[in-house]
């Protein structure tokens, strides 16, 4: 039997590969919206595989300004999960109240070795620590004994 292939239309090529942006999940969004957070849903996947619904049901959800958490797959054709609150929506965009930032620099106190050794004797001096490096009186610091 000779292979049959026919090339597609921009607009049948457009449907058949939708870019990221592109893909309609309005679907979705309403599903997603009808749904309050603490809800717990199943939703049949019919010939969606397993990614692909999680995929556009957290898109969905993001859209919403809420997260999906999955439950561990107990059915082949059936998907669980949860609505959380606790995102901003996309469209209010990611600004983060001042003073927010939990992360910080520690300074080390021994340099980090890089993999070239060096005879005892040849060693550079070492320049004094200055006051802002050196620890506390009294206070310990962390994984020092």
Do not use: H
């Not at 090529?13 to 809800?39: C, H, T």
């Not at 990614?51 to 957290?58: C, F, I, N, Q, V």
């Not at 995102?87 to 927010?100: D, V």
């Not at 620590?129 to 050196?134: A, G, I, K, L, Q």
């Amino acid at each position: 039997m000779p292979l049959q292939i026919r090339k597609l239309s921009q607009d049948e090529a457009a449907k058949a590969f939708p870019r990221r942006g592109q893909m309609d999940l309005s679907e979705y969004v309403e599903a997603v919206s009808a749904l309050q957070p603490g809800d717990c849903v199943a939703m049949d996947l019919g010939d969606l595989t397993t990614r692909s619904a999680k995929r556009r049901l957290g898109q969905a959800a993001a859209l919403l300004g809420r997260r999906l958490r999955w439950a561990r797959a107990t059915d082949a054709d059936v998907v669980y999960f949860q609505v959380v609150a606790g995102m901003t929506p996309r469209n209010q965009g990611f600004a983060r109240p001042s003073g927010t930032v939990t992360t910080r620099r520690i300074a080390s106190r021994r340099p980090r070795s890089n993999g070239v050794s060096v005879a005892p004797s040849e060693k550079a001096p070492t320049a004094p620590e200055s006051e802002s490096f050196r620890a506390k009186p009294g206070r310990r610091r962390k994984g020092v004994n």
